[in-house]
């Protein structure tokens, strides 16, 4: 079936340092989803991304879709010590079935001790 | 929050016991989804609904079944438990399959002993 890879799996953040977080696939998806869970907590939503390009902001993350619809990045500039948390990427094709919401093994972002 | 609440927060249960897990929603959604987390695996979906009596399996639904009876509520039932099962589980709704992104719940955490 359809997977996502995601990297990096895990990182350490230091307060005031830019964090970059990718997912790749073989297939195509029609839109792009990131996620944050905190312990303890469903995913929160952060940034949706509907079309090839799309480059999209919420505060200090940004988010593309991939030229290609096989790849997303996210982007957290001047990170805070409430951004640790685990990110999850999230594949929608609209061709597959009505819950084909494939998501990323996810990246944990831990403070840099 | 998004009005999804999941039920109970915590349970533990003895292998070869049935265990219903209960989702209920205020927002009125079409769709309802079921998935497990594990570490390594990410979010995986067992079974998903687009309307009142209407599901169909994801992924993983082996070993469970669902039930939408009313549209605020959609029931994870494991039949038999196995230690195979021990997982979290999040409810998720959204109200269109394609756009927006999924709400989810806080998550129930299912110990099979």
């Known amino acids: 079936g359809q997977q996502l890879n995601q990297s990096p799996q895990s990182m350490f953040i230091q307060e005031g340092e830019d964090v970059s977080m990718n997912c790749t696939s073989s297939s195509i998806f029609n839109t792009w989803l990131w996620y944050k869970q905190d312990p303890g907590e469903g995913p929160v939503l952060l940034i949706a991304?509907?079309?090839?390009?799309e480059l999209t902001s919420n505060g200090r993350l940004t988010a593309q879709f991939g030229i290609t619809r096989k790849d997303s990045f996210l982007n957290i500039s001047a990170s805070i010590p409430s951004d640790v948390g685990i990110y999850f990427c999230?594949?929608?094709?609209?061709?597959?079935?009505?819950?084909?919401?494939?998501f990323g093994k996810g990246t944990k972002l831990s403070v840099k001790p | 929050d998004a009005g999804i609440t999941q039920s109970p927060r915590h349970k533990v249960t003895e292998t070869g016991t049935p265990v219903t897990l209960r989702c209920h929603q205020t927002?009125?959604?079409?769709?309802m989804y079921w998935y497990r987390q594990d570490p390594g695996h990410g979010l995986r979906l067992i079974h998903y609904s687009y309307g009142v009596k209407d599901t169909d399996k994801g992924e993983v639904s082996d070993g469970y079944s669902v039930s939408r009876s009313k549209t605020e509520d959609f029931l994870l039932t494991l039949e038999s438990a196995t230690s195979s099962q021990t997982s979290v589980y999040f409810c998720?709704?959204?109200?269109?399959?394609?756009?927006?992104?999924?709400?989810f719940g806080s998550g129930t955490r299912l110990t099979v002993v």
């Open positions: 998720a709704i959204s109200e269109s399959w394609t756009v927006y992104g999924y709400t």
């Open positions: 991304l509907y079309k090839a390009g």
């Open positions: 927002e009125n959604h079409r769709y």
């Open positions: 999230a594949g929608l094709n609209y061709g597959g079935s009505q819950g084909n919401l494939i």
